[in-house]
């Protein structure tokens, strides 16, 4: 059997984050204990916007034909890099705590592990860089100016508070048939995510994945999308449900944000809510799309909160735009990893480092952009098959 | 004059062909530099064009004539310059209007 599995009970994350909202405050709790601040929601508004902006103009400019030689430089430029504003975002919310965080990782041991839990999902928390980028001015080591952000050198996870006990469904054992299935809807207008799907099925072939692939002979009637995508996300037997597609988020009508799956199919994220209504009961969701993460101050939704409220309990999403062939290379990596008996939380973080350490191309860059919503530790564990009987 | 190193604004969002990739969602309008003079050299190239696929249009067509021709056009944030056609999406575009008038126009 193949069970999606918490292991070792006793795994504990290195340190964990609770951030508790509190009037116009949040509540840092490291490990348990209380810090000494609070950070005020308008700075951490701030703080989200001013990321979002970094990733953005970095995405622009690789866009615009950044090269492998400027990316160094466009990271730590103090005016608008990703890893300065990283680093800045880091000094706002931890201030004088810092040098204790650090001493309280370095004792980890391998890659320490950091779960976030909170209820106000408004940090990218891969993006904080824990140096001062002016150390690395002049530097054109790629792996070495990018090392001090968190999503390079820690395992990050969030979760919803309360913190979820052993007991808990949601982390209890969830034994599914040998081997794992998987769930692959498609944007087949997507040259890229064709790519992930020639994997996916190479892999069945090969007997290490069972999978089940949403049928693409749909017509652009809105009712027959619902009626398919909803009835093939309620399908008992999916262990990971993957979507390889656009997504685009309507700001000023946030339920009208949608997933593309090509030829003019829109899956409008309300359509979660309709007939059938849609309830995951798959143990792992990855949403291979574009900006799916962390909710925005001014929005009131995001996907990983709606796919939450549709059952949904571990997502793997994106925190901003994606270009897809790094999309197609990262799921590659990632289910490898994990097929290999790595937990969620070491297969994501891996797939990063193997594609930056190793990637000879610039966009390689934006894997910094994956992000966890579950619980790091769960593995997929292969077991014996046993007789019933 | 412009100088090799003058640039103007162009605000939108790289369009997906531009730098030949291929991205998994809408990324957002950003104001991007373009070179004035590389700017120059496209719109003359683009107006050139245009102007030989216009000479093979009739004058007179049954009882009216064509004396002028709009076009609308595009500058992409790489300065590229497009013909806007029918259905194209309005995303990651500058437009520019250009009106062909004939330098005369014979009437019986």
């Known amino acids: 059997m193949v069970v999606l599995t918490r292991g070792h009970y006793s795994r504990r994350a290195d340190m964990s984050l609770l951030i508790r909202p509190h009037d116009q405050a949040l509540e840092l709790f490291v490990n348990g204990t209380p810090v000494a601040l609070a950070v005020r929601r308008p700075d951490i508004a701030l703080i989200n916007n001013d990321l979002a902006e970094a990733a953005s103009q970095l995405v622009t400019a690789l866009q615009l034909g950044l090269t492998r030689g400027d990316l160094g430089s466009n990271l730590i430029n103090a005016a608008s890099g990703l890893a300065a504003r990283g680093h800045a975002a880091l000094n706002a919310i931890f201030g004088s705590v810092q040098a204790d965080i650090r001493e309280t990782l370095a004792a980890a041991f391998g890659v320490p592990t950091i779960e976030v839990l909170t209820d106000e999902f408004l940090i990218p928390w891969e993006w904080l860089y824990d140096q001062s980028p002016h150390t690395f001015v002049g530097t054109r080591d790629l792996a070495e100016v990018t090392s001090p952000f968190w999503a390079l050198n820690r395992i990050v996870s969030r979760r919803r508070i309360p913190r979820l006990s052993v007991s808990d469904p949601q982390i209890a054992p969830v034994a599914v048939c040998r081997p794992p299935t998987i769930g692959l809807i498609l944007n087949d207008a997507l040259q890229f995510a064709l790519r992930e799907r020639e994997w996916l099925r190479a892999q069945a072939q090969k007997?290490?994945?069972?999978?089940?692939?949403?049928?693409?002979?749909?017509?652009?009637?809105?009712?027959?999308?619902?009626?398919?995508?909803?009835?093939?996300?309620?399908?008992?037997?999916?262990?990971?449900?993957?979507?390889?597609?656009?997504?685009?988020?309507?700001?000023?009508?946030?339920?009208?944000?949608?997933?593309?799956?090509?030829?003019?199919?829109?899956?409008?994220?309300?359509?979660?809510?309709?007939?059938?209504?849609?309830?995951?009961?798959?143990?792992?969701?990855?949403?291979?799309?574009?900006?799916?993460?962390?909710?925005?101050?001014?929005?009131?939704?995001?996907?990983?909160?709606?796919?939450?409220?549709h059952g949904a309990t571990n997502v793997l999403a994106v925190e901003a735009a994606m270009e897809s062939r790094v999309a197609a290379d990262y799921a590659v990596k990632f289910y490898e990893l994990l097929l290999q008996g790595l937990s969620l939380g070491e297969a994501v973080y891996r797939a990063r480092r193997a594609l930056i350490d190793a990637g000879d191309k610039v966009e390689d860059i934006v894997a910094l952009f994956y992000s966890l919503y579950a619980e790091p530790f769960l593995t997929l564990q292969v077991r014996d098959t046993y007789k019933v009987g | 004059m412009s100088t090799s190193t003058e640039a103007i604004l162009v605000f939108g969002t790289p369009l997906p062909g531009d730098g030949g990739q291929e991205w998994r969602g809408a990324v957002g309008a950003q104001a991007v530099e373009v070179m004035t003079a590389e700017l120059i050299r496209r719109l003359g190239a683009f107006t050139k064009h245009l102007q030989d696929a216009f000479a093979s249009i009739e004058q007179r067509v049954g009882v009216y004539d064509v004396d002028q021709i709009e076009v609308a056009a595009v500058v992409t944030t790489t300065g590229k310059v497009c013909l806007l056609g029918v259905g194209a999406e309005a995303s990651g575009e500058a437009s520019v209007r250009l009106v062909f008038r004939r330098a005369s126009v014979e009437r019986q």
């Open chain 1, 207 to 309: 007997g290490r994945i069972r999978l089940r692939e949403l049928p693409l002979d749909l017509g652009t009637d809105a009712w027959e999308l619902i009626r398919t995508v909803n009835r093939f996300c309620n399908e008992p037997g999916i262990d990971i449900l993957h979507l390889a597609c656009h997504a685009e988020s309507d700001t000023s009508n946030p339920l009208r944000s949608f997933l593309d799956f090509g030829h003019d199919r829109h899956y409008q994220i309300d359509y979660l809510d309709q007939s059938p209504r849609v309830g995951i009961v798959a143990p792992l969701v990855f949403l291979n799309a574009c900006s799916t993460g962390v909710r925005r101050p001014l929005e009131t939704f995001d996907f990983v909160q709606a796919l939450w409220r």
